[in-house]
């Protein structure tokens, strides 16, 4: 009976240890692709804050919470990155920022998969990301992506919605190099 | 209405493609001064896209017509002095050259703008070049310099059919005018 309260105390204290807390380096990038008049292009935002704690073995004790700031966002053109902040596309002015936070992971094949739910322009709705972790030394890579429809969210409102010039599916990207938390 | 040429006028293929880039050229040189006044928005990017969609059927309109008028025999020249049909000729030539080169100088400036490029909605064609800030400047400007000087050649060509078809009162006009009958002149030559 003692053994097995060691046993159980002992695996308590794995599993947590086991879901490590990283921190995000510099170097991250996160980011989407948009279709305009059939012709991708991608988009980065300066700005995002993400608490990422993972393990693939213990993925019940993982989370993700991820904030980004959508006024630090480029898009390799200027008209566009003066249009993206207004009103008719993110309306930083009422909701600057963008909140992605997980509920749970599950592996469906060799996939893991994070649901949580995204908040973009005061609309909520649930995400699937597709996550590959790699361990790199201490460290680690976190590569994120999925597919929202930017309607769904009132990403470009009036007669930006039309979709025949800018596509309703955008891709969402990130690459994170996460490095142990001191 | 024969779809090749005769010696006395222009067959219907001919005619067609004239009239036809005739009309696309005028309007989009009225599009192209519209639009660049408009303000920002979804209408005017898709005044745009039209403008780059009419311009590269001008261009592949060239390219038919220049295979057409390989194939094609050309109508004998109008009685007229010598000056006036080197100067009609050289017109022509100016007007060809003309038409491939402000659809490649906006081509041009639209790839090095970094913009897409796409026919109605319906297919994109790719860059010519990489995003070049100097480049795109200088094909923005050739492209709009090149346009002021179309209409100084357009006024030539118009000018020079017209007093043609009114004062001279020859068949220059008519017989690239579909439906048109030939005046006959001395030879009697109708068709």
Known sequence: MNRLFTLLVL???????????????????????????????????????????????????????????????????????????????????????????????????????????????????????????????????????????????????????????????????????????? | MALKSSDTRWGSIAQWLHWLMALAIIGNGILGLIMVDMSRGMTKLNVFAIHKSIGLTVLALLILRVCWRMLDRKPRDEPMPRWQRLAAHATHAVLYLFMLAIPLSGWTYNSAHGNPLQWFKLFNLPALMERNDAISDLARDTHEVLFWILLLILVAHVGGALVHHVFTRDNTLLRMLPFARLRSRNSGDQS
């Open chain 1, 11 to 182: 695996w308590a204290i794995g599993s947590n240890a086991l879901a490590a807390d990283y921190r995000v380096e510099r170097s991250s990038t996160l980011g989407f692709t948009g279709t305009f008049q059939g012709e991708e292009f991608n988009g980065s935002f300066a700005r995002f804050e993400a608490q990422i704690r993972y393990d693939s073995s213990v993925l019940d004790a993982s989370s993700f919470d991820v904030t980004i700031d959508l006024s630090s966002v480029h898009t390799g053109d200027s008209d566009r990155d003066e249009m993206l902040p207004t009103a008719e596309f993110f309306d930083t002015s009422t909701s600057a920022t963008a909140h992605f936070k997980t509920s749970r992971f599950y592996k469906s094949g060799n996939e893991v998969i994070a649901s949580g739910t995204l908040t973009l322009k005061g609309v909520s709705k649930p995400v699937d990301l597709n996550v590959t972790f790699t361990p790199v030394g201490a460290g680690a890579t976190l590569d994120i992506s999925t597919r929202i429809k930017r309607l769904d969210f009132g990403i470009g409102t009036g007669e930006y919605a039309d979709t025949s010039t800018i596509g309703n599916d955008v891709q969402i990207k990130a690459h994170l190099k996460l490095g142990p938390k001191a």
